[in-house]
């Protein structure tokens, strides 16, 4: 097991992205805390039509520990309290993954001042806090990780003004924080998807994701837990020398840009 008995937080784990990567976390022999607004999964339209177990119940299935701690990432305290809860129900923490994230649909002129705020809160502010508020107990850990999960977006337009800003902002912020802490033996890299197949992309219609596979090089969409066994590598010690970069797990869809 390549994470055996290492304490990780996923924020937005419930769902998605963040319960893939939850999941292969556990498969590795990690303890997880799903750090979320939300217990039970999201169901879509298009995808996860039938996901209905707390992501807590899956870990517990593998034979590790999980711990549900509901959290709004936009709020400092309660977003300093998961991580806290977590280092004392574990003993201490070794891997944050900043995975919680949002997206409003709409250009400039559709989406509200408030909408935005909304969403760079989410995905930028919210990660910057935690990742601020996880630094002092990953530099106690001989294993520290921190893994911001970004978006193909973050290198071209079109997924509106507010979130392919805040995930090309988090993109330099791995860099500059990687920078910071690396003297602590701490590793800060990010994953940037492309199309996964969770529920958040219930926004979109059938003509969208038909031309979105279209775009993909390899003839399909990704899963959640191929962003999870990136996540398990970045997190292993297989990986304890790559620091301040971002890795496209895409299918080869930036390949076109």
Known sequence: MLLKNRVC???????????????????????????DKRESPLRGKYHETDVTTPTVSEIEKLGTQGIFLQTDVADKTQIANAIQQTVEHFGGLDILVNNAGIHIPGGSQ?????????VVGVNLRGVFMSTKLAIPHLKQSKFGRIIQIASVHAYGGG??????????????????????IGQYGITVNAIC??????????????????????????????LPRDIGRACVFLASDDAEWITGASILVDGGFAAGI
Not at 9 to 35: D, M, N, Y
Not at 193 to 215: C, F, N, R, S
Request: net charge negative; aromatic share 6%.
């Open 9 to 35: 937080i996923v924020t937005g784990g419930s769902s998605g992205i963040g319960r893939g990567i939850a999941l292969e976390f556990a498969h590795e022999g990690a303890h997880v805390a799903i750090v």
């Open 110 to 118: 559709e989406i509200s001042i408030a909408d935005w705020d909304s």
């Open 159 to 180: 997924a509106g003004p507010a979130y392919a800003p805040a995930k090309a902002a988090v993109v330099n912020m791995v860099r500059d924080t990687a920078l910071e």
């Open 193 to 222: 998807p492309g199309y996964i197949e969770t529920a958040i992309q219930d926004y979109l219609t059938p003509e969208q994701i038909d031309e979105a596979l279209e775009k993909t090089a390899l003839p399909r969409f990704g």
